[in-house]
Every structure is written in C-alpha cells, then in structure tokens.
Nanobody
Framework: QVQLVESGGGLVQPGGSLRLSCAAS????????MGWFRQAPGKGREFVAA????????YYADFMKSRSTISRDNAKNTVYLQMNSLKPEDTAVYYC????????????????WGQGTQVTVSS
C-alpha cells in the first residue's frame, strides 16, 4: 500500500506558476512510476504528466508540454509538477498516482491515488 498526499495547489492569476508536490509513504518510492492527472468540474479525468522510476523519462500531455516539468526526488519520496504560464482552463483538481506497471498516460495503469489538490487560475 502506498499513501500519496498532494500539496501546493491554490489560487493563481493567469500567467502565474505553481509547483505541486506529492509525498509518498508506505513502500519503496523508487519502485513506482508516477503520474499527474487532473479533473475539471463536469469533465473526466485527464492525463497531465508522468515520470518513470528513475526519473530519466518523462511524458506530457500536449497541452502541458511546453508549460510544465515533472520531476521526482527518490530520496525524499516526492514527485513534483512545476506548472508555468497557467491559464483559466487549467483550473481543476490535480491528482498524483503511483503504479507498479509501465509509465503511461492512462489512469487505469496506476494503482494508488492521492486525494487531490485544487488549482484555480483566475484573475
């Protein structure tokens, strides 16, 4: 069992930046591929970014590719999502997820999920 706790969300103006963190506990963090997903009101959950176990490979949704960076610190059991140039359409609850399988863009391959952190982009 892995417990995931997200933090770093909040209210930010358009064009601003946020860094989300996801702290993991319970098992060896480096055994897990990690992903970030989001869900806006009235919409389904969508992939944002993912990173493999070593941190050597990263994957991004097209809408975030030029505006975000996913990273991980296996010594701190934490994965990060740095988001820049935020837009109102980025408003959503952001979730981190951990999986023992391949690193991927689909939510069903991830085994564990955090409770989410709200990101609101508004002036």
């Amino acid at each position: 069992q892995v417990q995931l706790v997200e933090s770093g969300g909040g209210l930010v103006q358009p064009g601003g930046s946020l860094r989300l963190s996801c702290a993991a506990s319970g098992r060896t963090f480096s055994n897990y591929a990690m992903g970030w997903f989001r869900q806006a009101p009235g919409k389904g959950r969508e992939f944002v970014a993912a990173i493999n176990r070593s941190g050597g490979s990263t994957y991004y949704a097209d809408f975030m590719k030029s505006r975000s960076t996913i990273s991980r610190d296996n010594a701190k059991n934490t994965v990060y999502l740095q988001m820049n140039s935020l837009k109102p359409e980025d408003t959503a609850v952001y979730y981190c997820a951990a999986g023992t399988g391949p690193t991927g863009r689909v939510d069903y391959i991830y085994d564990y999920w955090g409770q989410g952190t709200q990101v609101t982009v508004s002036s």
